[in-house]
DNA sequence: GCCCAGGATATCG
DNA sequence: CGATATCATGGG
């Protein structure tokens, strides 16, 4: 084994290891992290200049994380901050749960899933250009599909670092997809509109007209949402799945999701996905909790 | 072969 | 403003 450094993260309570990474094995196809039996592996960005730490996550005897920097002899106090900061804030350890449960407990649709879920904290999606690119291209198409595309993407324009024999990919940078022409992802399967939207999108930020900093600085909900929704591709939906899982916006509602549509169905027992006039009634007594209730009814059915 | 998929936009009435 | 057509490709 190459030379290491084990750092120690506490965890909040409650918070379940195994439910985050239950959602972490979703996808075989996820480039951006790896998950081998209870053992999650990915780089996390570092400051500026720096390169990425790949690292190894898993659960503490103990409690709390045991993260292993791997192929780093010595890691600065900063960096490893840094890395602690990172996974604080991709498993949401700083958001209180227990008003989201209470609330819960007499919610009919989400009583269930607390129980089931119990401890599981809405994973994020830092990077703001990673977290635009994987609306867009889950934009009306099946995850699995998703999936096979985002590796695509990632693995044709993204750079990857190998450590112990294991391949670590970073998402690209928006300068790279700026520079590119929608018949460029063509052979990817990606369709002339998703390309057409990356590519947009990744001008936006590499010219600098478009950051996560700038977004949450508007304050106000609203605010961010219009600026999102005023970018070509970027509608209700892929600005209310941003918002939630990047920005981390706790009333941040992607009402229209398909995904969100059939576990209301599988959990009323209905015949037809409910109107959007019905979800907005059940979601009456969400109020401040509506991204945390999708997350967990998204568990239903992925 | 058919219906559906973690939608967005353009167009029409 | 609300409804409808179009896009565009794979998964099941």
Redesign the pocket.
């Known amino acids: 084994m190459t030379e290491s450094v084990l750092l120690h993260i506490e965890t909040p309570e409650p918070f379940s290891y195994k439910e985050t990474v239950n959602y972490l094995r979703r996808s075989a196809n996820e480039p951006l992290y790896q998950v081998e039996g209870d053992t999650v592996y990915r780089l996390i960005p570092s400051g500026s200049g720096e390169k990425p730490a790949a690292v190894e996550i898993r659960e503490s005897g103990n409690g709390g994380l045991l993260v292993r920097v791997i192929g780093e002899e010595r890691v600065s106090d900063e960096r490893q901050r840094g890395i602690e900061a990172y996974i604080r804030e991709w498993f949401d350890f700083d958001t209180d749960l227990l008003p989201f449960y209470e609330m819960a407990e007499k919610d009919p649709l989400l009583v269930h899933t607390i129980g089931r879920f119990h401890g599981l904290r809405s994973v994020g999606i830092s990077d703001l250009f990673e977290a635009l690119c994987w ?1 867009i291209i ?9 999936y ?1 595309l985002k590796r695509r993407f990632v693995e044709a324009y993204g750079q990857s670092v190998v450590r112990e024999g294991r391949t670590f990919w970073q998402f690209p940078v928006p300068g790279i997809i700026a520079a590119l022409k929608p018949e460029d992802m ?1 052979s990817m ?1 990606m ?3 998703k390309s057409e939207y990356l590519i947009g999108v990744a001008k936006l930020m590499a010219e600098g007209s478009l950051d996560k900093q700038s977004l949450l600085a508007l304050g106000d909900f609203a605010a961010i949402e219009k600026q999102l ?1 005023g ?9 209310n ?1 941003v918002l939630m ?1 990047c920005l981390r916006l706790p009333n941040a509602f ?1 009402i ?4 969100l549509h ?1 576990s209301i169905k599988a959990l009323t027992g209905s015949e037809a996905k409910p109107a959007i006039s019905e979800i907005r009634r059940m979601a009456e007594g969400w109020k401040g909790w509506e991204s945390y209730a999708t997350f967990y009814l ?1 568990r239903i059915l ?1």
């Open positions: 609306g889950g934009q009306q198409i099946n995850l699995a599909f998703a096979t063509a399967q369709t002339g509109k929704t970018i070509r591709g970027i509608g209700p939906w892929t600005a799945y899982r992607p229209a999701d398909v995904g059939n998204w992925y």
